[in-house]
């Protein structure tokens, strides 16, 4: 399984971004996936996940009501819609795949397979 991540770029605060994850490899319908982000001197955190079926999405507290996560299992492809961007959003964000079956999505070392990362800076 492959995963490309693309879409991040410099942004405004108050701005609005989309990235994007192209999955390609095994069959993508089955899977859990999430985003990821590690900023400047911090920890890797969750972000947002999403069940294979698209019908159930996970959220970290700090993007609530800002962020949103879907999926096309047509096109293999999972989205972040980002709004109303803040500064301490900066930072490199990774998509994965989870290929066991389960229910988490907040710990990163159940994903499988990672994309290389794609770097989002907010400023002032």
């Known amino acids: 399984v492959q995963l490309q991540a693309f879409g991040g770029g410099l942004v405004r605060a108050g701005g609005s971004l989309r990235l994007s994850c192209a999955v390609s490899?095994?069959?993508?319908?089955?899977?859990?996936m999430g985003w990821f982000r590690q900023g400047p001197g911090k920890k890797r955190e969750f972000v947002a996940g999403i069940r294979w079926s698209g019908d159930s999405t996970y959220y970290a507290d700090s993007v609530k009501g800002r962020f949103t996560i879907s999926r096309d299992n047509v096109k293999n492809t999972m989205y972040l819609q980002m709004n109303s961007l803040r500064l301490e959003d900066t930072a490199v964000y990774y998509c994965a795949v989870i290929t066991s079956l389960g229910s988490y999505y907040h710990i990163a070392d159940l994903y499988d397979h990672w994309g290389q990362g794609t770097l989002v800076t907010v400023s002032s």
């Open positions: 490899g095994r069959t993508f319908s089955y899977y859990r």
